[in-house]
C-alpha cells in the first residue's frame, strides 16, 4: 500500500477520552491528509498538511486537531472523542497538489 | 458540503454490460480523479483528467469531463464480478492544496 502505514488498525474508546491517530509515510510526500468515512457520506477531508507544519482544516475539522513535525508523520488527535466519532479514518498521502492519492488501510474506530 | 456529488448511489448490472457512473462538482478545478475502494479497504486511484482535457482512457475505462457543466462520468466497459466496488471522483479545488471526494457510487456486478 505505497508505504503508508495506519496506527492503530482497530480502537474502542470512551467517550471523553482523547485518542490519537498515526499516519506513518514512507515516500517522502509532501501532501498527507485525514478523512473520515461513514455510510451516505463517502470520504469527508477532516485536515490536511501540505508540508511540515503547514497543515489547514477540511470541510469537518471541528472536534479534531493534527499535528505534522515530520514529513513522514500526520497525527490525528480527538481531544475528547465523541460518539458521532465514531467512523473509519483514513490516511492519504500525495507527492503534489492535485496529484493521485494513495490511502492507507484505514482506522476503525468506536467510541462508546 | 462536498464538492464532487456522484450519480447514481447504486448501480446493479450483469456482468459484460457497461457502466456509467456521473460526478457532478461545484467550483473549477484543475483535474478530476476517479477512485475505486473495495469493502473495507483503502481507495485506489484509477486515473485523472486535467481540465483541458475532454476525454481519455485507460484499458476498459472512459472518463469524459465537461468543465462548461462541472461534470464528469466514468464508463467502465464489459463489467466483470470483480469491478464490483465503490467508486469515487475527487476535485482539487482549483487550486486549493485539498482532495475533496463525493459521497460515491456504489456499483454491483451481477454473474
Known amino acids: 500500500d505505497a508505504g503508508i502505514t495506519q496506527s492503530p488498525r482497530h480502537k474502542v474508546t470512551e467517550t471523553g477520552t482523547p485518542v490519537t491517530l498515526r499516519c506513518h509515510q514512507t515516500e517522502n510526500h509532501r501532501y498527507m491528509y485525514w478523512y473520515r468515512q461513514d455510510p451516505g457520506h463517502g470520504l469527508r477531508l477532516i485536515h490536511y498538511?501540505?508540508?511540515?507544519?503547514?497543515?489547514d482544516k477540511g470541510e469537518v475539522s471541528d472536534g479534531y486537531s493534527v499535528s505534522r513535525s515530520k514529513t513522514e508523520d500526520f497525527l490525528l488527535t480527538l481531544e475528547s472523542a465523541t460518539s458521532s466519532q465514531t467512523s473509519v479514518y483514513f490516511c492519504?498521502?500525495?507527492?503534489?497538489?492535485?496529484?493521485?492519492?494513495?490511502f492507507g488501510q484505514g482506522t476503525r474506530l468506536t467510541v462508546v | 458540503s462536498q464538492q464532487g456529488e456522484e450519480d447514481p448511489q447504486a448501480l446493479s448490472i450483469q456482468e459484460g454490460e457497461n457502466a456509467t457512473m456521473n460526478c457532478s462538482y461545484k467550483?473549477?478545478?484543475?483535474?478530476l480523479q476517479w477512485y475505486r475502494q473495495n469493502s473495507g479497504r483503502g481507495l485506489v486511484h484509477l486515473i485523472l483528467?486535467?481540465?483541458?482535457?475532454r476525454e481519455k482512457h485507460s484499458g476498459r475505462l472512459r472518463v469524459t469531463l465537461d468543465t462548461s457543466k462541472k461534470s464528469s462520468s466514468l464508463l467502465i466497459t464489459a463489467s466483470r464480478a470483480a469491478d464490483t466496488a465503490s467508486y469515487f471522483c475527487?476535485?482539487?479545488?482549483?487550486?486549493?492544496?485539498?482532495?475533496?471526494f463525493g459521497q460515491g457510487t456504489r456499483l454491483t456486478i451481477n454473474p
Open positions: 498538511s501540505y508540508g511540515v507544519k503547514d497543515t
Open positions: 475527487a476535485t482539487d479545488g482549483g487550486g486549493a492544496q485539498k482532495l475533496v
Open positions: 467550483t473549477s478545478i484543475n483535474n
Open positions: 483528467i486535467r481540465s483541458n482535457e
Open positions: 492519504a498521502i500525495s507527492v503534489g497538489q492535485g496529484s493521485e492519492a494513495f
